[in-house]
């Protein structure tokens, strides 16, 4: 009598080949995010279908419905990915330290968030997309630009409950120094592809000028 095949080789198949092992819910919505980002950014937002940001994932369309209606909200959960990757250092001001140490700590942090080739790639997306789609400038000026802008407020307001700076009006002075400090280099990674890596001698060099240019508006002269 021949031996019989084990009863267990027979009732469980062999994984197929290439075949992803299963994702949690929260996994597999961050490889839809991601392909998303894909899609858009090479074939351009008008251009993009469900079809082709689920077969970039290498999942159903069915799957990805599940998750997103459209390919905007698709766009505003990346919007929003890029968000929370802006976070700051933690506070580190002291009685005693120079405000200045801390306002460099904030503007650094979000200067490299802002030239990371991910996120020059996005805005010149949101840009190229600008006059077809009112509404994806909208997204991106709200979670992008005024989230951005908002965690550098925060962070002036602290300093300014500690006493170190006398500033009025945070929101607006923390505005003006991110523009004052990404402004040229921003113009000149959208005009490279691919999107370079962030220069730290130029952000260094030009976080210095904004410092001392900013001073009395901070009441550190």
């Not at 009685?95 to 200045?100: E, M, T, V």
Request: glycine residues 6%; negative net charge; contains cysteine.
């Amino acid at each position: 009598m021949s031996e019989e095949t084990p009863v267990q080789d027979r009732e469980t198949p062999a994984p197929r080949a290439g075949r992803p092992l299963a994702l949690s819910p929260e996994d597999r919505r961050a490889a839809l995010v991601a392909a998303a980002e894909r899609v858009f950014v090479r074939d351009g937002f008008a251009a993009s279908t469900m079809e082709g940001i689920a077969a970039e994932a290498g999942m159903s369309k069915r799957t990805l419905y599940r998750f997103f209606p459209d390919k905007q909200a698709a766009l505003e959960a990346l919007l929003d990915r890029h968000d929370q990757r802006a976070l700051l250092p933690p506070y580190g001001h002291r009685p005693g330290d120079d405000p200045r140490a801390e306002i460099a700590r904030v503007l650094r942090s979000l200067a490299l968030y802002m030239l990371a080739p991910a996120q020059v790639d996005l805005l010149r997306l949101v840009i190229s997309e600008a006059q077809s789609n009112p509404a994806l400038v909208e997204s991106f000026e709200g979670i992008e630009v005024s989230g951005t802008i908002s965690r550098a407020t925060e962070r002036f307001e602290q300093l300014r409950r500690d006493g170190a700076i006398t500033t009025a009006d945070p929101w607006q002075v923390a505005s003006l120094m991110v523009g004052a400090l990404l402004g040229p280099m921003q113009i000149m990674a959208l005009c490279r592809h691919p999107s370079p890596a962030p220069d730290m001698a130029r952000i260094e060099a030009r976080l210095d000028l904004v410092l001392t240019a900013f001073a009395p508006l901070l009441g550190l002269d």
